[in-house]
T-cell receptor, first 111, second 112 residues
Framework: GQQVMQIPQYQHVQEGEDFTTYCNSSTTLSNIQWYKQRPGGHPVFLIQLVKSGEVKKQKRLTFQFGEAKKNSSLHITATQTTDVGTYFCAGPLYSGYALNFGKGTSLLVTP | SQTIHQWPATLVQPVGSPLSLECTVEGTSNPNLYWYRQAAGRGLQLLFYSVGIGQISSEVPQNLSASRPQDRQFILSSKKLLLSDSGFYLC???????????FGQGTRLTVV
């Protein structure tokens, strides 16, 4: 069945360094979503990408959706300690279905 | 605005005991409702989803069950808990299937 894979599983950076997490699906996705879960918290929706090749920015965060709509990335420029948490990508298994989450990338930022 | 409530926040239960976790949504009607489980340091596993009252779809065969007795109420149950049922249980809602999901605060369940 369709799976959403995410790499890396963990990333430890110094504050100010950049960070990127990658998401790959075995099949074409109708949309890809990104969530952030702070330690001890619940996932919080960040953004949704729908169009092939779409790029969206939220301050220091840049989200991309691949041309084939099978991969996506989240890039954080100049990380801050407030960026600590686990970042999940998610996509519906098929159109009109519940979200299938990747295993997430846990980001640790040290000052 | 829409809000989602999930309780309790933490729960410690002995093996073999029953379980009932409740989730309610306010400020919207006919939401799609979900139960996810997150094992320590792992991703989110979809357990159940519901598109309407009394309609439950199960993703993973196990000793858990779900019910939706009212439009904005979703309940996760078990008759006899196993050690492997420990984890972080998250309820979520979305306006349509596959759309952005809004999560409750979660319940940390420890089965001892």
């Amino acid at each position: 069945g369709q799976q959403v894979m995410q790499i890396p599983q963990y990333q430890h950076v110094q504050e100010g360094e950049d960070f990127t997490t990658y998401c790959n699906s075995s099949t074409t996705l109708s949309n890809i979503q990104w969530y952030k879960q702070r330690p001890g918290g619940h996932p919080v929706f960040l953004i949704q990408l729908v169009k092939s090749g779409e790029v969206k920015k939220q301050k220091r965060l840049t989200f991309q959706f691949g041309e084939a709509k099978k991969n996506s990335s989240l890039h954080i420029t100049a990380t801050q300690t407030t960026d600590v948490g686990t970042y999940f990508c998610a996509g519906p298994l098929y159109s009109g279905y519940a979200l299938n989450f990747g295993k997430g990338t846990s980001l640790l930022v040290t000052p | 605005s829409q809000t989602i409530h999930q309780w309790p926040a933490t729960l410690v239960q002995p093996v073999g005991s029953p379980l009932s976790l409740e989730c309610t949504v306010e400020g919207t009607s006919n939401p799609n409702l979900y139960w996810y489980r997150q094992a320590a340091g792992r991703g989110l596993q979809l357990l159940f989803y519901s598109v309407g009252i009394g309609q439950i779809s199960s993703e993973v065969p196990q000793n858990l069950s779900a019910s939706r007795p009212q439009d904005r109420q979703f309940i996760l149950s078990s008759k006899k808990l196993l050690l492997s049922d420990s984890g972080f249980y998250l309820c979520a809602w979305s306006p349509t299937m596959g759309a952005e999901a809004f999560f409750g605060q979660g319940t940390r369940l420890t089965v001892v």
